[in-house]
């Protein structure tokens, strides 16, 4: 893989997101990396966010990632926008941590795949609550056979999507409850397994203009079986268990925890994780992988493995009503 970042990373983010502003620009500062360009559709709206984010430059999207300044582009789009843009940014010869999930479907990982053997360039999907020190800590559990095989997961993340205009609404722009939040417990299976799920069965509630706001799902990986259900039409939960014939581990917010303690119990010891910046640790090591200081963590072959169980997921699901579309 060719490199050629510097000690401190610059960084051009893609989209004056809500999730860029909240959690990933004062990430990027907070492991030492430099912000140096915002691009926004309207430069005029941009420029207000750059300023109150301190960012010196804004530009549009293209400017933004074939800027010379820019070593790493980080895409905070709506969903449907990442794979066009990840695949400019590689072109133009940058490093890609791009918001999950990564793209709309595996076949859009493989194009990725494509663009990346040719760049040589690093790209990952920003699931930002892989690096919590809870969740290391289940999957050193699992790993070392604290609980035994496991045989049952369940896990849980919905909130009340209060916003009507919220891009996750719109079908045209990846939105709905899968792509949004069911992704992080079927990340967490699927990782803690080695395994890609069959999908028992998998029911969903959409909207009228066909997108899903509230689902569950029963799947199977490998020998274990596993429960997710998700949603932004239900009151905020979240929540992971994994059951073995020897045991039981359970992480109470598992996956939206950056202020807040993190609480891991193995049967009924409890370990508390202070509050933890993950957004922090996930750009750390994004930032050591491009410099080709430590393997990068999850490559796209991983992206495309998360891809094809969204895949599963959805095709499982009832369609959405006739019209709704
Ligand atoms: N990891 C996490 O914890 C986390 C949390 C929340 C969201 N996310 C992910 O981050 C991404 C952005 O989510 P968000 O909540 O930050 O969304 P948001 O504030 O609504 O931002 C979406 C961005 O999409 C861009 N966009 C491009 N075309 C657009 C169009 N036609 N209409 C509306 N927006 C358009 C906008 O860019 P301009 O600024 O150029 O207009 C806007 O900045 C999503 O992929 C989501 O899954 C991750």
Redesign the pocket.
């Given at each position: 893989m060719n490199t050629t970042v510097g000690a401190t990373v610059k960084w051009g983010v893609l989209?004056?997101?809500?999730?860029?502003e909240q959690?990933l620009i004062p990430a990027i500062r907070a492991a030492g990396g430099h912000v140096a360009a915002l691009?926004?559709?309207?430069l005029q709206?941009?420029q207000a966010?750059a300023q109150r984010n301190g960012i010196p430059h804004t530009m549009g999207?293209l400017d933004l990632v074939q800027n010379a300044d820019v070593d790493a582009v980080y895409i905070?789009?709506?969903?449907a926008?990442?794979l066009p843009w990840a695949l400019a940014a590689l072109a133009a010869g940058k490093h890609v941590l791009c918001?999950?999930?990564l793209t709309l479907n595996a076949r859009q990982v493989a194009q990725l795949q494509a663009a990346q053997r040719i760049h040589g360039r690093f790209a990952m999907e920003?699931?930002?609550y892989r690096f919590h020190p809870a969740i290391e800590q289940l999957h050193a559990l699992v790993r070392d056979g604290a609980i035994g095989q496991p045989r049952v997961m369940r896990g849980a993340f919905a909130f009340v999507l209060d916003r009507p205009e919220?891009?996750?609404w719109?079908p045209a722009?990846?939105g709905g409850a899968l792509?949004?939040v069911g992704c992080y417990p079927l990340d967490l299976m699927r990782q803690l397994t080695g395994e890609q799920p069959d999908v028992l069965a998998a029911q969903a509630s959409y909207t009228d203009r066909g997108v899903d706001h509230a689902l569950s799902a029963l799947l199977r990986f490998g020998d274990a079986t596993a429960h997710m259900d998700c949603g932004f039409s239900l009151p905020f939960h979240q929540g992971f268990e994994v059951l073995g014939a020897h045991g039981a581990l359970r992480v109470d917010q598992p996956f939206?925890n950056k202020d807040r303690d993190v609480v891991l119990w193995h049967d009924a010891h409890a370990h508390r994780f202070p509050p933890t910046d993950a957004?922090v640790r996930m750009v750390s090591h994004f930032q050591r992988a491009i410099r080709v200081e430590e393997p990068l963590r999850y490559p796209l072959d991983d992206a495309l493995a998360q891809a094809e169980t969204l895949d599963r997921v959805f095709l499982a699901m009832e369609p959405a009503p006739t019209g709704a579309m």
């Amino acid at each position: 893989m060719n490199t050629t970042v510097g000690a401190t990373v610059k960084w051009g983010v893609l989209g004056a997101a809500r999730i860029a502003e909240q959690a990933l620009i004062p990430a990027i500062r907070a492991a030492g990396g430099h912000v140096a360009a915002l691009g926004c559709r309207d430069l005029q709206r941009g420029q207000a966010y750059a300023q109150r984010n301190g960012i010196p430059h804004t530009m549009g999207y293209l400017d933004l990632v074939q800027n010379a300044d820019v070593d790493a582009v980080y895409i905070a789009l709506h969903n449907a926008a990442h794979l066009p843009w990840a695949l400019a940014a590689l072109a133009a010869g940058k490093h890609v941590l791009c918001e999950k999930p990564l793209t709309l479907n595996a076949r859009q990982v493989a194009q990725l795949q494509a663009a990346q053997r040719i760049h040589g360039r690093f790209a990952m999907e920003a699931f930002m609550y892989r690096f919590h020190p809870a969740i290391e800590q289940l999957h050193a559990l699992v790993r070392d056979g604290a609980i035994g095989q496991p045989r049952v997961m369940r896990g849980a993340f919905a909130f009340v999507l209060d916003r009507p205009e919220d891009v996750r609404w719109d079908p045209a722009m990846g939105g709905g409850a899968l792509y949004d939040v069911g992704c992080y417990p079927l990340d967490l299976m699927r990782q803690l397994t080695g395994e890609q799920p069959d999908v028992l069965a998998a029911q969903a509630s959409y909207t009228d203009r066909g997108v899903d706001h509230a689902l569950s799902a029963l799947l199977r990986f490998g020998d274990a079986t596993a429960h997710m259900d998700c949603g932004f039409s239900l009151p905020f939960h979240q929540g992971f268990e994994v059951l073995g014939a020897h045991g039981a581990l359970r992480v109470d917010q598992p996956f939206l925890n950056k202020d807040r303690d993190v609480v891991l119990w193995h049967d009924a010891h409890a370990h508390r994780f202070p509050p933890t910046d993950a957004y922090v640790r996930m750009v750390s090591h994004f930032q050591r992988a491009i410099r080709v200081e430590e393997p990068l963590r999850y490559p796209l072959d991983d992206a495309l493995a998360q891809a094809e169980t969204l895949d599963r997921v959805f095709l499982a699901m009832e369609p959405a009503p006739t019209g709704a579309m």
